[in-house]
């Protein structure tokens, strides 16, 4: 008689758990847009979440600390004239925040130190260039102030951020509407799974198909795909029967997948996100209930099931906090923060382990908030790889001085905005007569002191 033998790993009993109720966020009206995005973007300072707003789109930026019940009165970023459809933290500064919306605009927020004390509506910089909604949004991982946008027009456009400017438009490729849209570990490749039933990987800065596969997925409804270790792919779709599928691609062989599993008969979009670490990805069904999570290994059937985290609650949307975030103390290997019709609750991913020593076999060295090239290099055809950084005594926030420093050079450099140009032109008159003020009483002063000197 032969014996099942169970495949060894050390996420096998990873397990899923809500916080308490008191560490939840109460009272906030999350939007109703049936829009397959995550609604949720969250950072080691902030969480935002895209609400219902009357007369326009917002959404709500709360300090992580700022839990419980959220009045109604909380400041909201509520800039654009229609709903705001997909929210993104930059990765390389935990205070500026791109939005994007019905208004067919991408907005880009500097979230004060602290929060918001009232309502933020004027952005630092606004990105025109699509002509219908932009329904998905995503900044470079290594490069600083390069952001990606896919509108409904079937264009993804790339900016320089710091410029306020368009610098590759890829708008012949896609003939319908585009499901997702994402960047490898360096940014040196573009994903995109699109209506047309195509998933085709891109050269961001020459616009150029790479590779295309048809028909990843048999069915009708939204494919997500996103890159995973080595380079592989992993798609989210829908058979003919409208069986929800996963699957995982070679790039270099995109005729058959290496794995294809069907996992149950849901019509929600699966939602995947994938850890470099520790080669977990986590499958977040909009409207579903649980959170199911894979090992993703170089073995086969190379995407493993490991276990899944139900509840009661659907969600409506869902924000995964970066690795540097994480409470390592805790064998924290994922936080997610998922939301329900009137609150966001946090779900913690944890490793059992006796220890409360680090633990180094689940915290590889991580990808940090520095920039490893900037924006004007990258375009010009430099690549860089993702700087590490060790979670061995906790991530520590970057300083203000940084963040000044970054939010001065897109302000000074946005040229989108007349009433950013008239507002600083203002404040420069105002500094100068302080200064002609303080000149006149340090004259003042001195005559003074040699006038007591003489006596």
């Given at each position: 008689?032969?014996?099942?033998v169970?495949?060894?790993?050390?996420?096998?009993?990873?397990?899923?758990q809500?916080?308490?109720a008191?560490?939840?966020y109460?009272?906030i009206?999350?939007?109703?847009?049936?829009?397959?995005?995550?609604?949720?973007?969250v950072?080691?300072?902030?969480?935002?979440?895209?609400?219902?707003?009357s007369?326009?789109?917002?959404?709500?930026?709360?300090?992580?600390?700022?839990?419980?019940?959220i009045?109604?009165?909380?400041?909201?970023?509520?800039?654009?004239?229609?709903?705001?459809?997909d929210?993104e933290?930059?990765?390389?500064?935990?205070?500026?925040?791109?939005?994007g919306?019905?208004?067919?605009?991408?907005?880009?927020?500097?979230?004060?130190?602290?929060?918001?004390?009232?309502?933020?509506?004027?952005?630092?910089?606004?990105?025109?260039?699509?002509?219908?909604?932009?329904?998905i949004?995503?900044?470079?991982?290594?490069?600083?102030?390069?952001?990606?946008?896919?509108?409904?027009?079937?264009?993804?456009?790339?900016?320089?951020?710091?410029?306020?400017?368009?610098?590759?438009r890829?708008?012949?490729v896609?003939?319908?509407?585009?499901?997702?849209?994402?960047?490898?570990?360096n940014?040196?490749?573009?994903?995109?799974?699109?209506?047309?039933?195509?998933?085709?990987?891109?050269?961001?800065?020459?616009?150029?198909?790479?590779?295309?596969?048809?028909?990843?997925?048999?069915?009708?409804?939204?494919?997500?795909?996103?890159?995973?270790?080595?380079?592989?792919?992993?798609?989210?779709?829908f058979?003919?029967?409208?069986?929800?599928?996963?699957?995982?691609?070679?790039?270099?062989?995109?005729?058959?997948?290496?794995?294809?599993?069907e996992?149950?008969?849901?019509?929600?979009?699966?939602?995947?996100?994938?850890?470099?670490?520790?080669?977990?990805?986590?499958?977040?069904?909009?409207?579903?209930s649980?959170?199911?999570?894979?090992?993703?290994?170089?073995?086969?059937?190379?995407?493993?099931?490991l276990?899944?985290?139900?509840?009661?609650?659907?969600?409506?949307?869902m924000g995964?906090?970066?690795?540097?975030?994480?409470?390592?103390?805790?064998?924290?290997?994922?936080?997610?923060?998922?939301?329900?019709e009137?609150?966001?609750?946090?779900?913690?991913?944890?490793?059992?382990?006796?220890?409360?020593?680090?633990?180094?076999?689940?915290?590889?060295?991580?990808?940090?908030?520095?920039?490893?090239?900037?924006?004007?290099?990258?375009?010009?055809?430099?690549?860089?790889?993702?700087?590490?950084?060790?979670?061995?005594?906790g991530?520590?926030?970057?300083?203000?001085?940084?963040?000044?420093?970054?939010?001065?050079?897109?302000?000074?450099?946005?040229?989108?905005?007349?009433?950013n140009?008239?507002?600083?032109?203002g404040?420069?008159?105002?500094?100068?007569?302080?200064?002609?003020?303080?000149?006149?009483?340090?004259?003042?002063?001195?005559?003074?002191?040699?006038?007591?000197?003489?006596?």
């Open positions: 008689m032969s014996r099942k169970v495949r060894t790993s050390k996420f096998r009993h990873v397990f899923g809500a916080v308490k008191d560490q939840c109460d009272d009206r999350i939007s109703q847009m049936t829009w397959d995005s995550n609604f949720c973007s950072n080691p300072k902030f969480v935002a979440m895209i609400v219902d707003a007369g326009g789109g917002a959404f709500i930026v709360l300090p992580l600390s700022k839990t419980g019940r009045d109604m009165s909380q400041p909201t970023v509520c800039g654009h004239t229609g709903p705001v459809l929210i933290f930059c990765p390389h500064n935990d205070n500026i925040i791109a939005s919306s019905e208004d067919c605009s991408v907005m880009i927020w500097e979230i004060p130190e602290g929060g918001l004390i009232s309502p933020l509506k004027d952005p630092v910089v606004k990105l025109e260039g699509h002509s219908k909604r932009v329904g949004l995503s900044w470079h991982p290594t490069a600083h102030n390069v952001l990606m946008s896919a509108g409904c027009d079937n264009v993804v456009i790339l900016w320089n951020v710091v410029r306020g400017e368009a610098m590759v890829i708008d012949s896609h003939t319908d509407l585009i499901y997702s849209a994402c960047w490898n570990r940014g040196s490749q573009i994903l995109t799974a699109c209506k047309d039933k195509k998933l085709r990987v891109f050269d961001p800065r020459k616009g150029s198909v790479i590779n295309e596969k048809d028909k990843p997925h048999e069915g009708s409804r939204p494919i997500k795909a996103v890159f995973v270790s080595d380079g592989k792919i992993l798609t989210t779709g058979s003919r029967m409208s069986e929800r599928q996963v699957a995982l691609w070679d790039p270099n062989n995109l005729d058959e997948p290496l794995t294809l599993q996992l149950d008969t849901s019509s929600g979009v699966l939602l995947p996100f994938f850890d470099p670490d520790t080669g977990v990805v986590y499958l977040c069904g909009k409207g579903d649980s959170i199911r999570y894979f090992e993703v290994t170089d073995e086969a059937p190379y995407v493993h099931y276990s899944m985290y139900s509840s009661k609650e659907s969600q409506k949307g995964y906090m970066p690795k540097r975030g994480l409470e390592v103390n805790k064998c924290e290997i994922a936080r997610f923060y998922k939301l329900h009137r609150k966001c609750e946090p779900v913690v991913m944890t490793v059992p382990r006796k220890s409360d020593l680090f633990q180094e076999d689940l915290y590889p060295d991580t990808i940090g908030p520095e920039p490893s090239v900037v924006a004007d290099d990258w375009f010009a055809g430099k690549d860089g790889e993702p700087i590490l950084i060790s979670l061995k005594d991530f520590v926030a970057t300083t203000k001085n940084k963040e000044f420093k970054v939010i001065k050079s897109l302000m000074a450099t946005s040229s989108s905005s007349s009433n140009r008239q507002s600083d032109s404040d420069v008159q105002a500094l100068q007569n302080e200064v002609k003020e303080l000149r006149e009483m340090v004259e003042q002063l001195t005559k003074r002191v040699s006038e007591l000197e003489s006596n």
